[in-house]
Structures are given as structure tokens and as C-alpha cells.
């Protein structure tokens, strides 16, 4: 006689199972919604950007009175029961975490870690302990799907849509409605999901990086049983609405995904955020360790370009090292030379839009999302040595472009700050620069260019009107501060790369520096994108013509 068993409600199928046979499994969908719209892959981002964006949420929490971040846990621990999970099933069998918080380089240290991790993985003799390796980041450059990887790539479109339309249909079931406002805002859902296809495909060891703080944020519903060690990169002040004014106050924050047992690591800080987190750590019963700069990176080649990378590396290698020996996998050295596993992960990893170089025809691209006085600082550090490296090439530079946008900070601060800092490291010019002559004024750029963050152009034939004041506000700032005419302010980042592609013709170099925004820096790589395909298809017209 045949069973019949039910699954939970909010998965609304049934699998009846017959002797002999495989199970035949029927779903039931309760929602309208998708009645007639295909459930793609495009039909999944339009509905995940209907959905409450990161930005207004960060806005309310900032201009409202009382305080919504104590809100914050309890509202996300809902919606994981209404996605189908209890805390505690975060820890599937075998699911293991990283947890990484910071100011700056939080994504850099959760890359590098992953990219350590995945070289046992790739080894014939793949430890199971270890497992496949996820990674949850934020922001996405270009495409969502960035944010979740498994196994160093990201997830596929159909395997994105499948686990999205599994959270929806779960979110809509438990509120008796298809609409958007039955469900999480963007980050919250994007982080559910990721949970869900961490669990759903099996992975064993995930490295989940904070969306904003870390007390607070969506991500810290992890259950400390499941977290293996907790990370936490150089802090600044960003986010002040939600984190607070002080560094003090932003070092609470982000200390607050150390847990009881759990070892947590740092790097240095300034003392008075060290102070914090070292209270932190005391108040929540885990082991703080501070994380020099380690000897032995001193003269290996990173992946990821700047030289504050090296620091980025150096937690990194001890938080991978201490992950490892708790799984008990192997056990590390970090005072004496690495592993080639360590080493080769170091050496390879990609973090697009951190300190990014791309060589483009005659174009050299410089393209980091810094977005903090302490990130501008470092960019403006990279410049200077790529710069350098460039003028003693064989074919230096004959121009260089500054391409900037900021439209959620104090862009006009960072501008300035930008621009001061490249300055103070550089000095005046000199007879040798290969700069053109006329270049040889002071000015640090031979053009610069403000846009938004708009990827293309406005179609011809449009009505649509884009707001460039603040671009207007910027290049006149930029022109008391580096007297150069030579600016423009553009509607597109797309008008801004055909600049760039058309001072660079002849025999010209341009070395082209694109900062103030991770936004921007997705949106460059966008437009570059898509026109190096677009070349791609007229060389093999030329061909098969």
C-alpha cells in the first residue's frame, strides 16, 4: 500500500511514493502571481527589485528618532520562520561559518580566505570536513548573482531563480499574498537566499561577509554553534546614521558578531576602537586576537594590488589557518613559510572593482569603489605607485583621466580629500614626466570626469531628464582644486569610457584612475563589458566577411 507524506506547508508539494518506482512529486503553487508570467531568471531581478532597497532602509533607520536597529535581529529571525528555518537549522549538517565585519576590506579578507580554502578543495585528496565552499558578499558590481558563490563562481541563473522562487512562494504562503510587501527588503531577501542555497546545495564551509555594522545586521542570526571563527577588518567611520559618529561607537557595532567560544581575529586598529572590541570580546566570552602584518607576505605578489592588502592578507592567512586546525585539516604556521595552498590562494585571488588594473588597448584602468576617507587615502597611495611604475615603462603615459562619483556620502569631502592626498605624495612635477608639456602646470590629471552611476546613455529619442547637479557641484570643486578646464559632467558612466576611448587613439597612453563609489566601479566595468563584446563581434564580421 502506498505512504503519503507531507511536507511542511510553506513548500506546498506533495511526494506520493510508490513500490518499486520513484517518487512522484507534485507541486501546488497557491500564488497568482506567476499564473502567467514565466518564472525566469529576468523575471526574478525585476521582482528582487521591487522589493524595499538597502538604501532606503539605511535613510529610514538614519532620519528616524528612536533607535530601529533594536528591531533589527528580531524583524530577520521572522523572516527566516517565514522562509522555513529556525536559527538553528542555519547549522545544517556539516554547514560551517566564517564571519567577517569591517569598515574597509571585509570583501578582500572573505575572498582571500575562500580562495585559500578552495585550494584543498581542489586537491585529489579534498578533505570532507572542509566540504564545497560558499561565499556571501555585498555589494554586486554587475550581476546579483555576484553575491552568491559556490565554490569560487557564482551561482547559475537557473539555480538563482530556482531558490528565489522557493523563498517567494514560501513568503507569500505564510501572508496569505504574492505582493512585494510580504516580503523582506533587498538585503534581507538576498541574504535568506543565500542560507537557503548554501544549505539546499550542500555546501560545507561558508565565509558570509556583513551587509552594514555587524551587532544589527541581517547576517548575524548565525547561530554560534555554526560560526567556526569571526573576522573583523580595519575600521573607519562610514554609515553614521545607523552606526554612529564615533569610532567608538562603529567598533561596538562590528564587535558584535564575536560570539562565546568562538575565535575571533582582528586586525590592528586605532587604540581607541581596539579598546571596544577587546570590551566586546570580554562581554561576549570570545578570544580577541590582534593580527600584525605578517614577515612572511613581505615580498609575495598578491592577487588583490595595494600595498594595504598586505595587511587584509595577513587576517586572512590566520583566520584560514585557525578555521583549518578546528576541522582539524592541518595545522599552520603563520610565522614561517606557507603552505603552497596558502600561497597560491594569495597569489590568485580577484576581487573586481579593489584596486582593479586592467590593461585596455591604450587604456590603463584603475578602478576601486573607495567610498571612505580611509579608502580614498589608500587609492590615492596606489595611484602614486602605479603611476611611478608607469612613468618608468617602456611606453609611459601621455595623459592621465580621473573619472569620480559619490551619491550617498559627503562627495564633495572625499572629492577634496582625493585630490589633496594625491598632492601631498606627489610633489611638483617635473622636467622628465613624459606628461605632455602643457600638462606640466601642477595639474595631477589631463582630464577628469563626473558622472553618475547610470551604466549607459539615455536612448535617442527619450524624454527621460537625468539630475547631474551634484556632478555640476563636483567639477567645480575639482576645478579649484586641480586648475584644470579640461573636466566634464556626464548624465552616464558610458560618456565618461568614450572619453577615455577617444583621448587614448593615436599613439596616446592613458592612465585612467576611477574611484568615489563600488557603484561606479560596477558600472565602469559594465560599459567595458559590454563594448569589449561589441568588438568581439565586429572582428568576426571582419572574419567571416
Not at 523 to 537: C, F, G, H, Y
Request: with cysteine; aromatic share 8%.
Amino acid at each position: 500500500m502506498a505512504s503519503l507524506l507531507l511536507l511542511p506547508s510553506s513548500l506546498r508539494h506533495v511526494s506520493i511514493f510508490l513500490p518499486h518506482a520513484s517518487p512522484l512529486k507534485l507541486h501546488f503553487s497557491t500564488s497568482t502571481t506567476f499564473m502567467t508570467k514565466q518564472r525566469t531568471y529576468a523575471e526574478a531581478i525585476k521582482l528582487l527589485d521591487s522589493l524595499q532597497s538597502n538604501r532606503v532602509i539605511v535613510a529610514s533607520i538614519s532620519t528616524t528618532p528612536s533607535d530601529m536597529n533594536h528591531n533589527a535581529i528580531p524583524e530577520m529571525l521572522e523572516w527566516t520562520r517565514k522562509a522555513g528555518y529556525q536559527p538553528k537549522d542555519l547549522a545544517a549538517p556539516g554547514l560551517k561559518y566564517i564571519h567577517v565585519a569591517g569598515t574597509k576590506g571585509k570583501g578582500s579578507v572573505s575572498v582571500m580566505v575562500e580562495n585559500i580554502l578552495l585550494q584543498y578543495w581542489k586537491d585529489k585528496n579534498k578533505p570532507e570536513a572542509l566540504g564545497r565552499v560558499g561565499l556571501y558578499t555585498s555589494p554586486h558590481l554587475i550581476h546579483v548573482r555576484e553575491r552568491i558563490r559556490i565554490d569560487g563562481s557564482p551561482i547559475s541563473e537557473a539555480l538563482f531563480a530556482r531558490y528565489f522562487y522557493e523563498l517567494w512562494d514560501r513568503f507569500s504562503l505564510a501572508a496569505g499574498g504574492p505582493d512585494s510587501e510580504t516580503k523582506p527588503g533587498y538585503f534581507r531577501y538576498l541574504t535568506l537566499l543565500a542560507f537557503h542555497t548554501f544549505i539546499q546545495e550542500g555546501v560545507g564551509t561558508a565565509i558570509v561577509e556583513c551587509g552594514i555594522g555587524g551587532e544589527y545586521d541581517s547576517t548575524n542570526i548565525l547561530p554560534q554553534e555554526a560560526v567556526t571563527a569571526c573576522a573583523i577588518t580595519s575600521l573607519g567611520i562610514d554609515h553614521k546614521g545607523m552606526l554612529g559618529e564615533t569610532i567608538e561607537e562603529i567598533a561596538w557595532h562590528k564587535g558584535g558578531i564575536m560570539k562565546a567560544g568562538v575565535p575571533a581575529f582582528s586586525v590592528e586598529q586605532v587604540p581607541e576602537a581596539q579598546a571596544v572590541l577587546e570590551k566586546r570580546a570580554d562581554e561576549k566570552g570570545a578570544d580577541l586576537t590582534v593580527v600584525e602584518r605578517l614577515p612572511v607576505l613581505q615580498e609575495l605578489k598578491l592577487g588583490l594590488e595595494g600595498d594595504f592588502q598586505k595587511d587584509n592578507a595577513s587576517l586572512a592567512v590566520v583566520v584560514a589557518a585557525s578555521y583549518l586546525k578546528t576541522l582539524g585539516i592541518a595545522d599552520i604556521s603563520t610565522t614561517t613559510d606557507l603552505p603552497e595552498e596558502f600561497t597560491a590562494g594569495l597569489e590568485t585571488a580577484v576581487w573586481p572593482g579593489r584596486c582593479q588594473y586592467i590593461v585596455d588597448g591604450n587604456i590603463d584602468w584603475m578602478i576601486d569603489g573607495a567610498h571612505t576617507f580611509e579608502s580614498i587615502t589608500a587609492v590615492a597611495t596606489w595611484f602614486q605607485e602605479r603611476y611611478a611604475a608607469a612613468r618608468g615603462s617602456g611606453r609611459p603615459p601621455t595623459a592621465t583621466m580621473l573619472v569620480f562619483n559619490q551619491q550617498d556620502r559627503d562627495a564633495r569631502a572625499l572629492l577634496r580629500h582625493l585630490i589633496t592626498t594625491i598632492q601631498s605624495k606627489y610633489g611638483p612635477r617635473f622636467a622628465g614626466d613624459p606628461l605632455k608639456a602643457w600638462y606640466l602646470k601642477g595639474r595631477l590629471f589631463t582630464y577628469a570626469a563626473f558622472c553618475t552611476n547610470r551604466p549607459f546613455k539615455v536612448p535617442d529619442g527619450s524624454d527621460e531628464v537625468v539630475d547631474v547637479a551634484l556632478q555640476d557641484k563636483l567639477a567645480k570643486l575639482y576645478m579649484s582644486l586641480d586648475s584644470n578646464p579640461l573636466h566634464m559632467t556626464y548624465a552616464s558612466v558610458e560618456e565618461a569610457v568614450d572619453l577615455a576611448y577617444k583621448v587614448s587613439e593615436g599613439d596616446e597612453k592613458v592612465l585612467v584612475l576611477v574611484t568615489g563609489s563600488l557603484h561606479l566601479a560596477g558600472a565602469v566595468l559594465q560599459v567595458l563589458e559590454k563594448k569589449a563584446k561589441l568588438r568581439q563581434v565586429k572582428k568576426a564580421k571582419r572574419r567571416s566577411g
